[in-house]
């Protein structure tokens, strides 16, 4: 990633913190949580949903995985995104490697033809009862400067909800010159990505 490197080490985001409180000066922080349903069978579906990047592939990107264990996979190419296709196999992200502390994809942005690569480093995956999901930080290369965390949580009142967390500027080189686009695409993924685990 860029800069700031201790992103790196210790996220930022605080994924795990219910109070978020630390923003760095210089970077825009969102943070939004969207209802994804009801009872502890859709938690368990969408956790391991998410902690297969479906979050990202059902929002239209492909991503070339690179595993601290293997080499590299892809997932997702705009045919077989398991959003369509219906079965257990597509709608958990079976047979799809899952999210792993170290793994440095590279998240592919559908542009017609074209894809955009982002290159990322996942910086964390926290697992618990009530809280699921994992945090990401970007690479040289990428068109934002940052990170971001997707937290699957199963509140006591038994619904369940989607936050996502990230702290980011533009990137290097001409991502500042594009700035205002690149905010407005994340405004459209995070909406999709607000779609992506309801059934």
């Known amino acids: 990633m860029a800069t700031p490197s201790r992103f790196l080490d210790e996220p930022l985001t605080q ?27 859709t938690f368990d579906r969408c956790a391991e949903e998410l902690l297969h990047w479906q979050v990202k592939i059902r929002s239209g990107f492909d991503i070339d995985v690179e595993s601290p264990k293997s080499g590299p996979q892809t997932q997702g190419d705009g045919r077989d995104n398991g959003w369509d296709n219906g079965g257990d196999a597509s709608r958990t992200g079976s047979g799809r490697p899952r999210v792993e502390v170290g793994q440095e994809p590279t998240i592919f942005v559908r542009l017609g ?3 955009l690569p982002e290159p990322a480093r996942v910086i964390e995956v926290f ?56 905010r407005l695409a994340q405004n459209v993924y995070r909406r999709r990505y607000a779609r992506a685990l309801r059934s």
């Open 113 to 115: 033809p074209f894809r």
């Open 15 to 41: 994924p795990l913190s219910p109070r978020w409180v630390d923003r760095p000066a210089g970077y825009r922080d969102f943070e939004a949580a969207f209802f994804i349903g009801h009872g502890r069978a």
């Open 127 to 182: 697992e618990s009862e009530a809280r699921r999901g994992f945090t990401y930080g970007t690479k040289p290369g990428h068109p934002i400067t940052g990170e971001e965390s997707f937290i699957l949580i199963h509140t006591p009142d038994d619904r369940v909800f989607l936050v996502l967390r990230s702290l980011s500027r533009a990137g290097l080189g001409i991502w500042r010159l594009g700035e205002p686009l690149v």
